[in-house]
């Protein structure tokens, strides 16, 4: 079968992620963590070719993505906003967090802006409730939020500065 997802390249690093499984099927994880990372996204046509490559439903794939909210099924933005909603940083203002990104960013969660420059996602706990509340932003995790830091990373953002640099200056504990 022709495909366009799993390019000869890519086939041959899932045929190595395949070979450490005795079942097949156990492989479908890291195989969309792959396509992910390959694409950014794992597009419908994506979903297909790897169904028929591990040799599952393609049902089974889209349950897979909806499930964990590290899949995405749309194009990333440059920026993405994935802030927690579980218990702890519910308890400690994340709604207020999540109304402020949207009201700055002019954009709902689980939409990103038309430029696809940012993005804004609620996520399940990310393992960092003392920092509630908290969010991750690229690489970094982001805690004890207020809408005053929000505003900051913003402005740092407009500046280009966080994201060359990375150096988690904004990472607080308490
Ligand atoms: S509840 Fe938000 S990081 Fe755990």
């Known amino acids: ?5 799993l390019t000869p390249e890519i086939k041959t690093k899932a045929d190595k992620i395949v070979a450490n499984y005795e079942q097949r099927r156990a492989a479908l994880l890291p195989v969309l963590h792959l396509v992910q990372e390959s694409y950014g996204f794992i597009s419908e046509k994506a979903e297909m070719e790897v169904a028929a490559y591990i040799g599952i439903p393609p049902v089974d794939i889209k349950e897979e993505i909806t499930f964990y909210t590290l899949y995405r099924s749309k194009p990333c933005a440059k920026h993405e906003f ?3 909603r579980t218990l702890s940083c519910s308890l400690r203002g994340q709604e207020e967090i999540v109304a402020h990104l949207e009201n700055k960013l002019g954009i ?4 990103r802006t038309t430029d696809g420059q940012f993005a804004l996602n609620e996520v399940e706990c990310l393992g960092a409730c003392e ?5 991750q932003l690229g690489h970094e995790y982001i805690g004890l939020l207020t809408k005053e830091k929000i ?8 500046d280009g500065s966080f994201c060359e640099s990375g150096d988690g200056s904004f990472w607080d504990r308490p």
């Open 1 to 5: 079968m022709q495909t366009e997802i």
């Open 82 to 84: 994935n802030v927690c």
């Open 108 to 111: 709902k969660v689980g939409e």
């Open 131 to 135: 920092m509630a509340p908290m969010m």
């Open 151 to 158: 505003d900051q990373i913003l402005k740092t953002y407009g």
